[in-house]
Protein backbone atom coordinates (compact mmCIF):
# COMPACT_ATOMS: atom_id res chain seq x y z
CA UNK A 1 0.00 0.00 0.00
CA UNK A 2 1.12 3.62 -0.80
CA UNK A 3 2.75 5.10 2.50
CA UNK A 4 3.74 2.17 4.21
CA UNK A 5 7.38 2.21 5.14
CA UNK A 6 9.17 2.26 1.76
CA UNK A 7 7.24 4.49 -0.60
CA UNK A 8 8.79 5.38 -3.49
CA UNK A 9 11.18 2.75 -3.90
CA UNK A 10 12.62 1.82 -7.27
CA UNK A 11 14.40 -1.25 -8.48
CA UNK A 12 17.22 0.00 -10.93
CA UNK A 13 19.43 -1.85 -13.17
CA UNK A 14 22.43 -0.54 -14.94
CA UNK A 15 24.37 -2.16 -17.25
CA UNK A 16 26.43 0.25 -17.98
CA UNK A 17 24.72 0.91 -21.37
CA UNK A 18 21.00 2.64 -20.63
CA UNK A 19 20.10 2.08 -17.50
CA UNK A 20 16.29 0.63 -16.56
CA UNK A 21 14.19 2.04 -14.04
CA UNK A 22 10.98 0.42 -11.99
CA UNK A 23 9.03 2.71 -9.81
CA UNK A 24 7.04 1.30 -7.20
CA UNK A 25 5.32 2.56 -3.99
CA UNK A 26 6.45 0.05 -2.22
CA UNK A 27 9.48 -2.58 -0.96
CA UNK A 28 8.00 -5.85 -1.95
CA UNK A 29 6.97 -4.55 -5.34
CA UNK A 30 10.60 -3.00 -5.76
CA UNK A 31 12.27 -6.10 -4.60
CA UNK A 32 9.98 -8.30 -6.87
CA UNK A 33 10.87 -5.74 -9.90
CA UNK A 34 14.72 -6.42 -9.08
CA UNK A 35 14.25 -10.30 -9.06
CA UNK A 36 13.13 -10.18 -12.60
CA UNK A 37 15.43 -7.76 -13.61
CA UNK A 38 18.46 -10.56 -11.90
CA UNK A 39 16.29 -13.27 -14.35
CA UNK A 40 16.50 -11.71 -17.30
CA UNK A 41 19.80 -10.42 -17.38
CA UNK A 42 21.08 -13.94 -15.83
CA UNK A 43 18.98 -15.71 -18.76
CA UNK A 44 20.85 -13.70 -21.33
CA UNK A 45 24.29 -13.56 -19.79
CA UNK A 46 24.72 -9.68 -19.40
CA UNK A 47 26.49 -8.15 -16.46
CA UNK A 48 24.58 -5.69 -14.92
CA UNK A 49 24.02 -4.01 -10.99
CA UNK A 50 20.61 -4.42 -9.76
CA UNK A 51 19.71 -2.60 -6.89
CA UNK A 52 16.79 -1.46 -4.61
CA UNK A 53 16.98 2.27 -3.89
CA UNK A 54 14.22 4.51 -1.96
CA UNK A 55 13.20 7.88 -2.31
CA UNK A 56 14.66 10.68 0.28
CA UNK A 57 12.42 13.99 -0.25
CA UNK A 58 14.52 15.47 2.87
CA UNK A 59 17.58 14.90 1.14
CA UNK A 60 16.30 14.66 -2.39
CA UNK A 61 18.44 11.31 -3.29
CA UNK A 62 18.02 7.93 -4.04
CA UNK A 63 19.37 5.94 -1.53
CA UNK A 64 20.34 1.83 -1.48
CA UNK A 65 17.09 0.37 0.56
CA UNK A 66 19.05 -1.57 2.30
CA UNK A 67 20.80 1.05 3.78
CA UNK A 68 18.17 3.23 4.78
CA UNK A 69 16.48 2.35 8.54
CA UNK A 70 12.97 2.39 9.48
CA UNK A 71 13.11 5.37 11.46
CA UNK A 72 14.51 7.30 8.81
CA UNK A 73 11.75 6.49 6.40
CA UNK A 74 9.28 6.97 8.89
CA UNK A 75 10.67 10.89 9.05
CA UNK A 76 10.91 11.20 5.24
CA UNK A 77 7.51 9.92 5.37
CA UNK A 78 6.70 12.98 7.99
CA UNK A 79 8.16 15.35 5.96
CA UNK A 80 6.13 14.73 3.21
CA UNK A 81 2.67 14.84 5.10
CA UNK A 82 3.85 18.28 6.41
CA UNK A 83 5.17 19.38 3.22
CA UNK A 84 1.59 17.99 1.05
CA UNK A 85 -0.43 19.67 3.98
CA UNK A 86 2.33 23.35 3.53
CA UNK A 87 1.38 22.93 -0.22
CA UNK A 88 -2.21 21.98 -0.01
CA UNK A 89 -2.50 25.10 2.39
CA UNK A 90 -0.40 27.44 0.30
CA UNK A 91 -2.08 26.87 -3.27
CA UNK A 92 -5.41 26.18 -2.07
CA UNK A 93 -5.19 22.87 -4.36
CA UNK A 94 -5.81 19.20 -2.27
CA UNK A 95 -2.95 17.30 -2.95
CA UNK A 96 -4.46 14.09 -2.47
CA UNK A 97 -8.06 12.63 -3.15
CA UNK A 98 -10.14 9.89 -2.34
CA UNK A 99 -12.07 8.78 -5.70
CA UNK A 100 -15.08 6.52 -5.35
CA UNK A 101 -16.53 4.40 -8.33
CA UNK A 102 -19.94 3.44 -7.55
CA UNK A 103 -22.59 1.36 -9.43
CA UNK A 104 -25.36 3.92 -9.67
CA UNK A 105 -26.21 6.92 -10.38
CA UNK A 106 -28.71 6.96 -7.07
CA UNK A 107 -25.76 5.79 -4.84
CA UNK A 108 -23.41 8.79 -6.61
CA UNK A 109 -25.27 11.29 -5.47
CA UNK A 110 -25.82 10.18 -2.24
CA UNK A 111 -22.49 9.58 -1.16
CA UNK A 112 -21.59 12.80 -2.44
CA UNK A 113 -24.50 14.54 -0.64
CA UNK A 114 -23.24 12.72 2.46
CA UNK A 115 -19.37 13.70 1.83
CA UNK A 116 -20.30 17.48 1.22
CA UNK A 117 -22.40 17.45 4.29
CA UNK A 118 -19.61 16.60 6.43
CA UNK A 119 -17.91 19.75 4.95
CA UNK A 120 -15.89 17.68 2.57
CA UNK A 121 -14.79 19.35 -0.93
CA UNK A 122 -16.55 17.01 -3.48
CA UNK A 123 -16.41 16.23 -7.24
CA UNK A 124 -19.27 14.05 -8.85
CA UNK A 125 -19.84 12.29 -12.36
CA UNK A 126 -22.60 10.36 -13.08
CA UNK A 127 -20.98 7.36 -11.11
CA UNK A 128 -18.19 8.48 -9.69
CA UNK A 129 -17.59 11.00 -6.57
CA UNK A 130 -13.80 12.33 -5.42
CA UNK A 131 -13.24 13.93 -2.34
CA UNK A 132 -10.52 16.38 -1.25
CA UNK A 133 -7.41 15.59 1.09
CA UNK A 134 -4.60 17.51 2.10
CA UNK A 135 -2.43 14.86 2.82
CA UNK A 136 -2.30 10.93 2.27
CA UNK A 137 -3.13 10.45 5.78
CA UNK A 138 -5.59 12.57 5.57
CA UNK A 139 -6.47 10.55 2.33
CA UNK A 140 -6.68 7.12 3.66
CA UNK A 141 -8.95 8.47 6.69
CA UNK A 142 -11.14 9.72 4.48
CA UNK A 143 -11.06 6.64 2.72
CA UNK A 144 -11.58 4.54 5.21
CA UNK A 145 -14.75 6.78 6.18
CA UNK A 146 -16.37 6.78 2.86
CA UNK A 147 -16.06 3.18 2.62
CA UNK A 148 -18.34 3.25 5.58
CA UNK A 149 -20.71 4.71 3.87
CA UNK A 150 -20.55 4.19 0.26
CA UNK A 151 -22.30 1.02 -0.53
CA UNK A 152 -20.21 -2.50 -0.32
CA UNK A 153 -19.36 -3.16 -3.45
CA UNK A 154 -18.18 1.00 -4.10
CA UNK A 155 -14.20 0.71 -5.42
CA UNK A 156 -12.47 3.13 -2.61
CA UNK A 157 -8.89 4.80 -3.79
CA UNK A 158 -6.63 7.09 -1.91
CA UNK A 159 -4.39 8.62 -4.15
CA UNK A 160 -2.37 11.65 -4.59
CA UNK A 161 -4.27 14.45 -6.93
CA UNK A 162 -2.17 14.28 -9.78
CA UNK A 163 -2.24 10.14 -10.55
CA UNK A 164 -4.18 10.25 -13.65
CA UNK A 165 -8.04 9.61 -13.72
CA UNK A 166 -8.38 7.32 -16.48
CA UNK A 167 -5.50 6.13 -18.63
CA UNK A 168 -5.52 4.20 -21.79
CA UNK A 169 -8.15 2.46 -22.48
CA UNK A 170 -9.64 2.11 -18.80
CA UNK A 171 -12.60 4.46 -19.83
CA UNK A 172 -12.93 6.69 -22.50
CA UNK A 173 -12.88 10.67 -22.32
CA UNK A 174 -15.70 12.18 -21.94
CA UNK A 175 -17.37 15.29 -20.48
CA UNK A 176 -18.88 13.40 -17.55
CA UNK A 177 -15.05 13.36 -16.71
CA UNK A 178 -13.30 15.41 -14.05
CA UNK A 179 -11.51 18.35 -13.94
CA UNK A 180 -7.85 17.67 -13.14
CA UNK A 181 -7.65 19.71 -9.56
Not at 29 to 35: G, L, N
Not at 67 to 75: K, P, T
Request: hydrophobic letters at 35%; glycine letters at 6%.
Amino acid sequence: MAGEPGSGLIARLDSGQSPVSAYTDNRAAAEAAARVAREVTGQHGLAARVSVECWLPVERRWEDASAVSQRDLAEERDYQQREDRRLSAETGVAQWRVRVELRTHRDTVALAQRLSSDGHQVNQAWKSVMASADSEDDAHRLAEKTQQYAPSDAEVHAERADTPLYTGEDRPAGPLDFPSW
